[in-house]
């Protein structure tokens, strides 16, 4: 079994087609959208976690750049820079996905980086710029 982070940029001409769908039907592959901007006539972008088997996942990324779609990995990552951290919470309840939680015994934020869509609102609410993008 493979696990994947992709972003998908879709042209124009393809944001109105069944694209993901047949990941699932003709590929047998198992998707969680991470994060979507879609503009009817104009273009997408599509961050998906994909799961299956190495070869399904392989013959599904073929298909989707034949397509026309371009697919790259999900090369940025959110981490938080330990010694700028005051544990302020600021960021807890602006991330969609909980993969920063405050712990009820230390009251400390915990930071889950694999629960992490890369969304960045965190580093916008952080007011000492504890939490950063790497590339």
Request: net charge positive.
């Amino acid at each position: 079994m493979v696990s994947k982070k992709i972003v998908l940029h879709f042209p124009n001409k393809l944001v109105d087609q069944p694209i993901v769908y047949k990941l699932v039907k003709d590929y047998n592959l198992k998707f969680n959208i991470l994060k979507a901007s879609i503009t009817p006539k104009e273009e997408g972008l599509l961050v998906l976690e994909l799961n299956g088997e190495e070869k399904d996942y392989k013959q599904g990324v073929n298909y989707l750049k034949e397509s026309g779609v371009k697919v790259q990995p999900l090369s940025r990552d959110v981490v938080r820079n330990e010694a700028k951290c005051t544990h302020c919470g600021v960021c807890v309840p602006i991330c969609p996905t909980a993969a920063l939680v405050v712990d009820p015994l230390t009251r400390k934020v915990n930071f889950y980086n694999d629960k992490c869509i890369a969304c960045e609102l965190c580093i916008k609410a952080c007011p000492v710029r504890a939490m950063e993008v790497h590339f």
